[in-house]
């Protein structure tokens, strides 16, 4: 972040001409004396911990929002509708069809009972 330069002159960017600036901040580019540049170091400091706190944040916002998202997706509680319907509508089918093999079985077991019966007692 900064280095030593002792053939500048330039003052310090903070106090102007009140002191030699002695460090340059290789970010910035601007030119320190000692006790400014502790200064703004702990300004870039307290900037950089507030970025990686925002990083943070935003990090989390974004794992939480895509696991909310996955799960309420209007698609996917469209698909999951459809899916719904279709099993109640197959299981009334099945129910339906059920139903008409037993009434064929008691009706087929009905009239072969009657014929038997019938042949039996002639």
């Known amino acids: ?45 307290h900037q950089l911990d507030e970025i990686v706190l ?4 935003l990090h989390q916002t974004i794992v939480e929002t895509k696991g909310k998202q996955n799960n309420q997706h209007p698609l996917l509680k469209e ?12 299981q009334q089918l099945a129910e339906e069809a059920r139903q008409q ?3 064929s079985i008691s009706s087929q077991t009905g009239n072969l009972e009657e014929k038997v019966l019938h042949f039996c007692y002639q």
């Open 1 to 45: 972040m900064a280095s030593s330069s002792s053939s500048l002159k330039a003052p310090c960017a903070t106090c102007a001409n009140k002191a030699a600036g002695i460090y340059r901040c290789e970010g910035c580019l601007n030119v320190f004396c000692r006790k400014h540049l502790n200064d703004h170091r702990d300004l870039l400091s």
């Open 54 to 57: 925002e990083h943070d944040i």
């Open 79 to 90: 698909i999951d509708q459809w899916e719904k319907n279709s099993i109640m509508k197959i």
């Open 101 to 103: 093999v037993k009434n």
